[in-house]
Nanobody, 122 residues
Framework: QVQLAESGGGLVQPGNSLRLSCAAS????????MGWFRQAPGKERAFVAG????????RYADSVKGRFTISRDNAKNTMYLQMNNLKPEDTAVYYC???????????????WGQGTQVTVSS
């Protein structure tokens, strides 16, 4: 079992930045690929970014490429999502995810966090 807990969400103005964190506990963090998904009101949960167990490989949704950066610190059992140049359409609940496979849009997810709200508004 892996327990995931997101933090760092909040209200931010368009063009500003925010960093989300996902703290993991339970089974060895470094054996899992990790990722971020988001769900906007009235929409399905969607893939945002994924990172391999060692951090050498990353994937991004087209909508966030060049603005978001995913990273992880296996020594701290923590994953991050640095979000720059935020737009109103980035408003959503952001979820942390873990899987034994590299996370992408269609990956079967083994574990989810509880989510953290990000609101981008002036």
């Amino acid at each position: 079992q892996v327990q995931l807990a997101e933090s760092g969400g909040g209200l931010v103005q368009p063009g500003n930045s925010l960093r989300l964190s996902c703290a993991a506990s339970g089974r060895p963090f470094s054996t899992y690929s990790m990722g971020w998904f988001r769900q906007a009101p009235g929409k399905e949960r969607a893939f945002v970014a994924g990172i391999s167990w060692g951090g050498s490989s990353t994937r991004y949704a087209d909508s966030v490429k060049g603005r978001f950066t995913i990273s992880r610190d296996n020594a701290k059992n923590t994953m991050y999502l640095q979000m720059n140049n935020l737009k109103p359409e980035d408003t959503a609940v952001y979820y942390c995810a873990a899987s034994t496979n590299m996370i992408g849009p269609s990956t079967q997810i083994g574990y989810w966090g509880q989510g953290t709200q990000v609101t981008v508004s002036s």
